[in-house]
């Protein structure tokens, strides 16, 4: 299993840019999670989702769209490309059950940098 | 909403044994506390999870007190490679996952 990757490694954005960064996983999760890591900081979530086709905000979503159409795929869309958002972003996998959150395996991330 | 508190840094050395303390208030009453360690440009990796009381695998032990309202990672004969950010994760009541600052652990000869 080549558990969860992301694509690119790395990107610089001009401000005003779109991208999108990709997040596949084979590990048939349930669950799936995007976020941001800004330097020295802990993790902040930015959307979640729970299954295909579900999906939810996190703790920071402005600036952010995301889509689940698939099981194994979770990409993160940034519109309009902000310094704010020069960060590392995480994507993330788990398989949940109604007793709460299980180990989530993460993907190694995407650096972004916005000038 | 829940909020976490870690110490921000810690130092011990090779052999000793490290406990790492993370409180938090307001967590969902029936919801794990998960403990995650991160090396620089890598994604965190799980340590452990427990829901109560005391939790032991290969790696570290987790303590748990009947309020919930703080856990403690145990981490065993450190060594240098344990040199690392530790994070605990909780849930709160409205299942909003809230991770801590981290603590930064570095381990000396």
């Known amino acids: 299993n080549a558990g969860v990757t992301q694509t690119p490694k790395f990107r610089i954005l001009k401000i005003g840019q779109s991208m999108t960064l990709q997040c596949a996983q084979d590990?048939?999760?349930?669950?799936m999670y995007w976020y941001r890591q800004d330097p020295g900081m802990g993790l902040k979530l930015i959307y979640y989702?729970?299954?295909?086709?579900?999906?939810d905000k996190g703790e920071v979503p402005n600036g952010y769209n995301v889509s689940r159409s698939t099981t194994e795929d979770f990409p993160l869309r940034l519109e309009l490309a902000a310094p704010s958002q020069t960060s590392v972003y995480f994507c993330?996998?788990?398989?949940?059950?109604?007793?709460?959150?299980?180990?989530?395996?993460f993907g190694p991330g995407t650096r972004l940098t916005v000038l | 909403l829940a909020k976490t508190t870690q110490p921000i840094s810690m130092d011990s050395y090779e052999g000793q044994e490290v406990n790492i303390t993370c409180s938090h208030n307001?967590?969902?009453?029936?919801?794990?506390i998960t403990w995650y360690q991160q090396f620089p440009s890598q994604g965190p990796r799980f340590i452990i999870q427990?829901?109560?009381?005391?939790v032991t695998n290969e790696v570290a032990s987790l303590f748990i007190p009947a309020d919930r309202k703080s856990s403690t990672l145990s981490l065993p004969r450190v060594s240098l490679s344990d040199t690392a950010v530790y994070y605990c994760?909780?849930?709160?009541?409205?299942?909003?996952?809230?991770w801590g600052a981290g603590t930064k652990l570095i381990i000396k000869p």
């Open positions: 590990m048939n999760h349930n669950y």
């Open positions: 989702s729970v299954g295909a086709g579900i999906t």
């Open positions: 993330a996998s788990s398989y949940n059950t109604p007793q709460g959150y299980n180990e989530q395996f």
């Open positions: 427990g829901y109560k009381t005391k």
């Open positions: 307001n967590i969902a009453t029936n919801d794990y």
């Open positions: 994760l909780v849930d709160d009541s409205n299942y909003q996952l809230i």
